[in-house]
């Protein structure tokens, strides 16, 4: 079956005008769409047209003229960063400051979860913008103020959320994120520090999920080959436990001939533990986030499911696999405009 991978998109050009300009933005994935077997697809390693030679009869005064032109341009590029990006940086935290502040005293507020509970119906009813029912104050000012990019207001909400971890005044705040990098260092610290918080569990768990993707896609396969031949078991020496050494897929070394068969060389049993580094290779290229790797299987599943040639005994089991709920939540990004729920 032949899949592709449409689900990674550029995400949305308009930005927000003045201080409320992102610098970069990362690719958003449509969780509704991404299919995980695309990762398992070769890509192709086709070259793009080589680089003009540069000529080599320019003259030392054009030479001279073409790096007196360089010269002015970096000097262009100092003065920018000076006189716009700095700027632009400092006024941008300056604000933020002011959100945390507001957002600091309604937090202190006896009416805070009215006051935002009041900021949810007016985004709502004034410009079809819905936020959680549990949404702190810093993330209900953030989205107001923040109206037309929900990329950047989950940023500074996060960038927000630490600065109140950490008990900082809005005062403080403006230098401890230039101290910090900015934003968006600010946002990949937090995020690398609860990776490795978690990682040994997401890693055991990410693991499992692409052997599982590996093994529907086996069910799928139109490919299969006969053999009758030995299987050489590796297994470590710490794997006692016949099950837990047991490995659920069979590895094949082959060569491919002048006539493009394979010659098969050996096949392998290679054991839980070498089996899991190797399938953590195959999918290195795969999303680390839980959430993220979780729908691109389902999704995979979803179209497993309408292939006719599939048993009756297989088709059933994606059905229940597919009815039960996500096993793991999206905790990266904060969705603002999901369907309010009314909990007043």
């Known amino acids: 079956m032949q899949m592709t991978n449409g689900a990674i998109r550029s995400p949305n050009k308009d930005t927000l005008p003045s201080t409320l300009q992102t610098l970069d933005k990362e690719p958003i994935i449509d969780l509704d769409t991404f299919d995980l077997s ?30 007196q032109e360089s010269d002015d341009l970096f000097k262009m590029g100092q003065k920018y960063e000076i006189e716009v990006v700095a700027r632009g940086h400092q006024s941008l935290y300056e604000l933020l400051a002011s959100i945390y502040g507001l957002a600091l005293r309604i937090e202190q507020s006896e009416q805070s979860n009215k006051v935002v509970a009041g900021i949810r119906k007016y985004l709502k009813d004034n410009h079809q913008i819905s936020i959680q029912t549990n949404s702190t104050p810093i993330a209900a000012i953030v989205r107001y103020v923040v109206r037309n990019d929900k990329v950047a207001a989950s940023r500074y909400t996060k960038v927000l959320d630490v600065a109140r971890k950490e008990n900082l005044s809005p ?23 609860l990776a490795k918080a978690t990682g040994d569990k997401s890693s055991k768990e990410r693991t499992e999920m692409i052997r599982e993707l590996f093994k529907w896609i086996a069910v799928g396969s139109q490919e299969s080959i006969a053999y009758t031949g030995d299987v050489a078991v590796h297994t470590e020496p710490k ?15 082959a060569c491919q001939s002048e006539d493009g068969t394979y010659k098969i060389v050996s096949a392998n049993e290679m054991g839980k533990s070498y089996e899991d580094n190797l399938v953590r290779f195959l999918g290195k290229s795969m999303p680390s986030d839980l959430h993220t790797l979780e729908r691109g299987l389902r999704n995979f599943k979803k179209k497993l499911a309408l292939d006719n040639s599939l048993s009756a005994g297989e088709r059933k089991q994606l059905e229940r696999e597919l009815a039960a709920p996500l096993k793991y939540k999206s905790v990266d990004v904060i969705e603002m405009d999901m369907p309010e729920k009314d909990s007043e």
Not at 178 to 185: A, I, P, Y
Not at 245 to 251: H, L, R
Request: aromatic share 8%; glycine share 6%.
């Open 38 to 67: 695309a990762f398992v697809l070769p890509k192709s390693n086709a070259k793009g047209p080589g680089q003009k030679p540069v000529a080599q009869d320019k003259t030392a005064k054009e030479i001279t003229e073409f790096i």
């Open 239 to 253: 794997e006692d436990d016949k099950e837990a050494a047991k490995s659920t897929f069979c590895v094949f070394v």
């Open 171 to 193: 005062e403080e705040l403006p230098a401890y994120v230039t101290r910090r990098g900015g934003v968006t260092q600010i946002q990949d610290t937090e995020a690398n520090q």
